[in-house]
């Protein structure tokens, strides 16, 4: 429990720096004019008379095989247009890619290094023949926004499974 | 707790590494734990963003959202026992297996059920044991026999599994060659109902506990086998008198033949034929006969001792379907 705690508190510490940092450097030089806001919603299949539908619920509960919906809000602060706007989300070790996560964006199977729709990207299978890579295989997702204009926001999202 | 932070540095080991180790490990991450990432994995999610402004490039990196799993309770419960277990006079000895399918530590309480529909008889379980030194086969003294009131596995990790012996006496009312089954139930300790049932902070690290698909309570049927033996004496006599005929007078031999008949799928530890030379005869020397084998009349390396004060032959263990048959003679005073 105590370790655990620990573990915990430590995490904490690094997100406070993490958020503290980039202000600082605003302050003081290139301020950063578009902000990016992360939230995570527990995808929650409910049946009523019959029909299923997916309702959205605070991650208060959550155990492997559940979904998550993870979303990353972008909005430009500043006066000028942001052009090339790339968003990165390297996938939390414990989540696994849903099946059709990340519908139309691009996948990475390799750590970063490598992109591509997830249909196209091979990974070493047993006795090293490739196979096609699956949404298990998926170490990170990428969204290329061309440009964002000044006041503009959005969001982008992947759906992951809990391994 | 080790297990816990083993995890969490293996994990950090599939993010960083290159794509010929993540083809390796991928696999292994999904079958070293049938249930998925333990309880207690902080799941943390970090976007980064790259961006152009007129002809600066920037970065920007959002917050980290943190979500901590839970603990899911699941167990399994599996009879390792192929054929019925042997009861005899000793108690037969059912194997079962218990395992935590669940992703957290958790012991599991036991419970043994010996009446179950379509026994032949009911056993009676003298005792639960738990397989100490994990070798799959009780040996008295050493595995761990638990006590009544207390009946439950040891805290178990994720996807690991003890084996529980019952230990199961004959009813006095069995027969041989009845069958009978014993239900051994095993759930998990912080909690157990219908699956997606939570348990309030009763999770690992803190989180909270929710009963998985197998109701986090499981159990299993193992069968045990009477293995009995009875034995019946046949006793026969044949007279031969000096005159060739066979009228008991004086001088005449009587041979009697015991007959020792073992019956039964068991056997009978410590047999004796022992009888009594009848009054107004004496035991004829040396017509001591096991199964037409002669044995001597003293006490010495065979099995058998005759003399004035009788007879006495050591059958020591005895399979069923097994007849012995004992000869000996006396003569008409």
């Known amino acids: 429990m105590k370790l655990s705690f620990v573990v915990k508190s430590l995490a904490g510490a690094a997100a406070m720096v993490a958020m503290a940092g980039p202000a600082l450097a605003a302050a003081q030089s290139t301020p950063s004019p578009v902000t990016l806001k992360g939230d995570v919603m527990l995808e929650k299949t409910v049946t009523e008379n019959g029909v299923s539908k997916v309702q959205l619920v605070e991650p208060k509960v959550v155990i492997p095989g559940d979904h998550l919906l993870f979303t990353t809000r972008y909005h430009n602060d500043g006066a000028q247009a942001v052009t090339n706007f790339v968003v990165t989300n390297p996938l939390p070790s414990a989540v696994a890619l849903a099946s059709d996560g990340a519908q139309g964006t691009e996948v990475s199977v390799d750590g970063g290094k490598t992109w591509g729709q997830l249909g196209s990207l091979k990974v070493a299978g047993t006795e090293g023949t490739p196979r096609a890579a699956t949404a298990a295989d998926v170490t990170h997702v990428r969204w290329i926004i061309p440009s964002i204009a000044p006041g503009a926001s959005g969001e982008v999202q992947y759906h992951g499974i809990v391994r | ?333």
């Not at chain 2, 070293?32 to 920007?60: C, D, F, K, M, P």
């Not at chain 2, 917050?63 to 839970?70: C, E, F, P, S, W």
């Not at chain 2, 009312?173 to 902070?201: H, I």
Request: net charge negative.
């Open chain 2, 1 to 333: 707790m080790n297990t816990y932070l083993t995890h969490l540095s293996r994990a950090a080991g599939i993010a960083g590494c290159s794509l010929v180790a993540l083809s390796l490990t991928a696999p292994l991450a999904g079958t070293a734990h049938a249930t998925g990432v333990l309880a207690g994995t902080l799941i943390e999610n970090t976007a980064t963003a790259t961006y152009q402004t007129g002809s600066t490039t920037g970065s920007v990196t959002s917050n980290k959202v943190t979500v901590k799993v839970d603990e899911l309770l699941d167990v399994a419960v599996a009879t390792l026992s192929t054929a019925p277990a042997t009861a005899t006079s000793e108690p037969a000895v059912l194997i079962y297996s218990v395992t935590n399918s669940g992703n957290g530590p958790e012991a599991f309480n036991l419970t043994a059920d010996p009446k179950i529909s379509g026994n032949g008889f009911d056993g009676t379980i003298k005792s639960v044991v738990l397989d100490s030194n994990g070798n799959g086969i009780y040996d008295p003294g050493v595995d761990t026999v638990l006590t009544a009131g207390a009946l439950a596995t040891p805290v178990l990790g994720p996807d690991k599994s003890t084996k529980v012996f019952l230990l199961v006496d004959l009813p006095a009312g069995a027969a041989d060659a009845q069958t009978s089954q014993v239900r051994l139930t095993a759930t998990a300790q912080t909690g157990n109902g219908t699956p997606g049932t939570s348990f309030a902070g009763k999770g690992e690290g803190g989180g909270d506990a929710v009963v998985g698909l197998t109701t986090a309570a499981a159990n299993s049927l193992a069968a045990l086998i009477a293995s009995l033996a009875n034995i019946s004496l046949t006793k026969s006599a044949s007279i031969l008198d000096p005159f060739g005929t066979a009228k008991p007078v004086p001088g005449a031999v009587v041979t009697y033949s015991l007959a020792a008949k073992v019956t039964g799928s068991g056997s009978l530890d410590g047999l004796h034929v022992v009888d009594t030379i009848p009054n107004g005869t004496t035991y004829v020397p040396g017509s001591l006969k096991l199964d037409a084998a002669a044995l001597t009349d003293g006490a010495d390396g065979d099995a058998g001792v005759g003399g004035a004060s009788g007879i006495d032959v050591t059958l020591g263990k005895i399979a069923g379907g097994t007849t012995k048959t004992v000869v000996f003679s006396v003569k008409i005073n």
